[in-house]
Structure formats: C-alpha cells, structure tokens
C-alpha cells in the first residue's frame, strides 16, 4: 500500500517537467509592415481536373481551386507556369511567388531575393516554393499559400519570410514530393 501511494505522490509532481499538459507563450509576432497584411482567400476547392483543362478562378490570384493532377517542381521558373499546376502545388503545402512579367525589374528583383533568401523546409528538405511569372497577375507581385495571400504588392523579405514560415506546410495534403511539369 505505502508503494502505491508513493506513485500516486510522484505522478503530479512528474507531470510538470515538461512532458506535456503545460502551456507555451507562443512567439511574438512580428512587427507588421506596411502594405504586407496576411489575407485570407476565399477557398475553391480543391478539385482535381484534366491537364491543360481552362480553370476559371474567382481569386486573382488563387489561393485553392480546380488544378492539373501534377504540380510544378519547386524552383525559380524562367518559363512561366500555368496556374493549374502551381495551384496544385498550393494543395501540397508549398508557397508560390508570382510577378507580373511588366513588373518593375527591381521590383522583381526584390521578391526573388526573398525567394532565394528562404531555407529548405526541414519537412522536405527543399524550399517548397516556386518563383514563377503569371501574366494574369493584376498587381506586380503576389505571394500565395493555400487560402491565404500575402497583400498583394508585398516585397518587404522579412514580412515575406514571416508569412512563409506562418503558412509552409499548412494546406490540406502533405506532399514533399517535387512536382514533375516545369
């Protein structure tokens, strides 16, 4: 009996050392940057259709939606890629980078050092994002993850990399995999 009791003791004092049922302050958030609000995107679902299929989008940018049943790989594109290949990438996790090919060119410039600036995703082991140019683009520049969009004509890297780090690995499949269509 008296070894029972001394479990019985030991169970709460062992229960605050970190295993589990304490709470985390969660980290601060950063310092928000003007014209560099998180938005959130209606959803579309996320409907598979043929490749080259013409998918219309309520979003411009979308940030879910019908998409090709291949996604695009996840590097900087000097072509650029259809939407219903980068849309699947959205579904997977990963984050797109888009500008508009008559973008300013140091406008440009600035969202691909962002790009090149991120670090692999410790999930994948790649940076689970793409750089593409989308002549639909209504602004010079978008960065989208699933559902969500990073205020449109944002190029600042630090809100950039803290809206990364917030939405990576965040949409409903979980797939490293790297696409196959460039």
Not at 70 to 88: I, K, N
Request: with cysteine; proline share 10%.
């Amino acid at each position: 009996m008296l070894r029972a009791r001394s479990i019985v003791v030991l169970l709460p004092l062992l229960s605050g050392c970190g295993g589990g049922g304490g709470t985390t302050n969660p980290p601060p958030s950063p310092t928000p940057v003007a014209g560099c609000a998180t938005v959130p995107v209606a959803n579309e679902g996320w409907l598979h259709v043929a490749e080259g299929s013409a998918v219309t989008y309520r979003a411009n940018p979308p940030a879910s939606g019908p998409h090709y049943p291949l996604w695009a790989r996840y590097e900087e594109h000097t072509a650029t890629v259809a939407r219903g290949y980068w849309v699947h990438n959205l579904e997977h996790g990963g984050i797109v980078f888009l500008y508009r090919p008559s973008a300013p060119a140091g406008v440009v410039d600035s969202l691909r050092a962002a790009y090149r600036a991120l670090p692999n995703d410790p999930a994948c082991g790649h940076k689970r994002a793409l750089l593409t140019a989308d002549v639909d683009l209504p602004t010079d520049t978008a960065v989208v993850a699933a559902d969500f969009m990073l205020q449109a004509g944002c190029t600042d890297a630090s809100a950039i990399r803290a809206f990364v780090d917030a939405r990576i690995g965040r949409g409903p499949e979980q797939v490293c995999a790297n696409g196959t269509r460039p």
